[in-house]
């Protein structure tokens, strides 16, 4: 009985992570082909902004190699048996993963200076940046519970890069509101990202009732 108690949320939480990673990466898989596939190819509807992504190239170039590297990284980090598996190159992804974001943040800032865009990305880039900086400092400071709670802020931020583009499918993102829209949208989903991941990090406080103690906590 006090196995399969032990065993029971275990397993659940390994077919949690798996079903979440799984998404994730079907939501990665639809935006590229609906997205960046159809950017190569010069789809008609695409044919303006390839041509802004070819001049901003020298820019757009290290900025995608950035978020590139932080959205695979990811799962890696995440992993519970990697990381005890090999320790060293989990640290080595992590530092790896904190320069992609400085990278990626500061890159993401050039390309947008001058843009209406410049304020969603600005907001996106600062919580990007003070989300993986607080997961740096607590892993350097040993809180490991703490560290993993800032990690799973700051991907849900790097994820942002992907989900936001689910924009590209709507009409009007590429009309006269465009740039209005891409502004609203980019923080929209980072707000939301963020709020979605500390829900999910504290579920347990918010769906379980605590005893009241003998003596008398509320």
């Not at 032990?6 to 397993?11: D, E, M, N, R, V």
């Not at 974001?101 to 600005?122: C, D, K, N, Q």
């Not at 465009?178 to 980072?190: K, N, S, W």
């Given at each position: 009985?006090?196995?399969?108690?032990?065993?029971?949320?275990?397993?659940?939480?390994?077919?949690?992570?798996?079903?979440?990673?799984v998404?994730?990466?079907?939501?990665?898989?639809?935006?590229?082909?609906?997205?960046?596939?159809?950017?190569?190819?010069?789809?008609?509807m695409?044919?303006?902004?390839?041509?802004?992504?070819i001049?901003?190239?020298?820019?757009?170039?290290?900025?995608?190699?950035?978020?590139?590297?932080?959205?695979?990284?990811?799962?890696?980090?995440?992993?519970?048996?990697?990381?005890?598996?090999?320790?060293?190159?989990?640290?080595?992804?992590?530092?790896?993963?904190?320069?992609s974001?400085?990278?990626?943040?500061?890159?993401?800032?050039?390309?947008?200076?001058?843009?209406?865009?410049?304020?969603?990305?600005?907001m996106?880039?600062?919580?990007?940046?003070?989300?993986?900086?607080?997961?740096?400092?607590?892993?350097?400071?040993?809180?490991?519970?703490?560290?993993?709670?800032?990690?799973?802020?700051?991907?849900?931020?790097?994820?942002t890069?992907?989900?936001?583009?689910?924009?590209?499918?709507?009409?009007?993102?590429?009309?006269?509101?465009?740039?209005?829209?891409?502004?609203?949208?980019?923080?929209?989903?980072?707000?939301?990202?963020?709020?979605?991941?500390?829900?999910?990090?504290?579920w347990?406080?918010?769906?379980?009732?605590?005893?009241?103690s003998?003596a008398?906590?509320?």
């Open positions: 009985m006090s196995t399969s108690t032990l065993i029971a949320p275990k397993s659940s939480a390994s077919r949690f992570k798996i079903a979440l990673w998404s994730l990466g079907l939501i990665t898989l639809f935006v590229f082909i609906t997205s960046e596939l159809l950017l190569v190819t010069d789809y008609p695409y044919h303006a902004y390839r041509l802004q992504v001049a901003d190239r020298h820019l757009l170039i290290p900025h995608t190699l950035a978020g590139l590297t932080a959205l695979l990284a990811g799962p890696f980090q995440f992993s519970s048996r990697f990381r005890q598996r090999h320790l060293a190159l989990h640290r080595r992804l992590g530092l790896l993963y904190v320069l974001v400085f990278v990626g943040s500061f890159t993401g800032i050039a390309l947008a200076a001058g843009r209406p865009g410049l304020p969603g990305t600005s996106q880039a600062a919580a990007w940046m003070v989300c993986t900086t607080a997961a740096f400092i607590t892993a350097r400071n040993r809180q490991i519970k703490v560290h993993r709670q800032w990690m799973a802020r700051s991907y849900a931020v790097t994820f890069f992907v989900s936001s583009r689910i924009l590209n499918l709507w009409p009007a993102y590429w009309s006269h509101l465009g740039d209005v829209l891409a502004a609203v949208g980019v923080i929209a989903f980072t707000l939301a990202s963020l709020l979605i991941v500390d829900l999910g990090l504290n347990h406080e918010l769906t379980t009732r605590r005893n009241a003998p008398g906590d509320i």
